[in-house]
């Protein structure tokens, strides 16, 4: 009742913001409309011009299929940088309803990988170097999805208004293609950039998320809007309502750039010494600058060491939470 509480009031905001949607999407002209011309760019709050073509080939694509009727499609470029130069969280996160001549820049989070003995994949906070579709890798794939349903899930209780309250996160679903089809095995979807880390636990035995002895969790709410994340794609919290009134009961598109044979292409320019523009390629210069050129580990080579790493990992003991005091 909590979620669909909230998707409600969100969908109402949605309403506000975009207009009534039409049960089907209109048809989108093979031009980009002039309206949207001026939101083009790799400019903050902009998006790029490779990056708006495939989202918009995408959403046209299943449109056609049938796959989808929302006349609104997303778009992420996983290329730009955490943080914008005013020091906000950066803008790489794109909703846009042609239909209505809307679009919206927001944040976004993309996966932190893991540093391991054997390969280090780990990306920094401000700037991604590397991605993968293997699961485990903590990394973003890019490529083509779609939205699917969503899960709301307990996570513990937290102080509230002087109180404490339970805290639910709602989780969107992603389904892919090609590199991105595994995104139900990796768990791969979005959710808001907030997470309840666990200090203790308390009697509560009339809760309904109470274990056998009648405790629960509780623990402090960690926001990390714009950062990284453990391979999803995440929002704010304003952010995430909004999106997922937007998608609730009526799926739709999701382009995230780059994909492999981008990376892959942009780091061969990057050895020979090539300019990206004149070569046709794309990335965020800032990022490239700091990263110094991406590299995109296939799940067939980045598989095989994450589940030889998990084998050799010593059997831990459940956790048991110390009783708040």
Request: proline share 7%; hydrophobic share 30%; net charge positive.
């Amino acid at each position: 009742m909590l979620n669909s509480l909230n998707l409600t009031i969100a969908a109402m905001s949605i309403v506000a913001l975009f207009g009534s949607q039409p049960t089907r999407a209109a048809p989108q002209t093979p031009e980009i409309p002039g309206w949207l011309k001026k939101h083009v760019g790799t400019g903050d709050g902009q998006i790029a011009p490779v990056v708006l073509k495939r989202a918009r080939a995408l959403h046209q694509r299943k449109i056609r299929q049938g796959a989808v009727t929302n006349p609104c499609y997303l778009a992420k470029d996983a290329t730009r940088p955490s943080t914008s130069s005013g020091g906000q969280p950066g803008r790489r996160f794109y909703i846009i309803c042609e239909s209505r001549k809307s679009f919206r820049a927001v944040s976004s989070g993309y996966g932190n990988g893991r540093r391991l003995q054997r390969a280090n994949f780990s990306n920094g906070r401000q700037c991604a170097k590397n991605f993968s579709n293997a699961e485990g890798s903590k990394l973003t794939m890019g490529g083509s999805y779609v939205t699917a349903e969503t899960r709301t899930s307990f996570k513990g209780y937290h102080h509230q208004s002087g109180a404490r309250r339970p805290f639910h996160r709602t989780f969107l679903l992603f389904d892919g293609e090609g590199d991105t089809e595994n995104a139900r095995e990796r768990a791969i979807g979005g959710h808001p950039a907030v997470f309840l880390k666990w200090q203790c636990r308390f009697k509560n035995p009339t809760s309904p998320h109470a274990d056998e002895e009648g405790y629960v969790p509780y623990g402090k709410l960690v926001n990390y809007t714009g950062g990284r994340s453990n391979g999803c794609t995440t929002w704010s919290q304003s952010a995430s309502r909004e999106i997922l009134a937007l998608v609730e009961g009526n799926p739709t598109t999701l382009y995230i750039y780059p994909e492999s044979s981008d990376i892959d292409a942009v780091a061969g320019a990057v050895k020979k010494g090539k300019s990206l523009s004149r070569a046709g390629l794309y990335w965020n210069a800032a990022c490239l600058k700091a990263i110094g050129s991406p590299k995109f580990w296939p799940k067939s080579k980045l598989q095989p060491i994450i589940d030889d790493w998990r084998q050799s990992l010593p059997k831990q003991p459940p956790l048991v939470l110390p009783i708040c005091k």
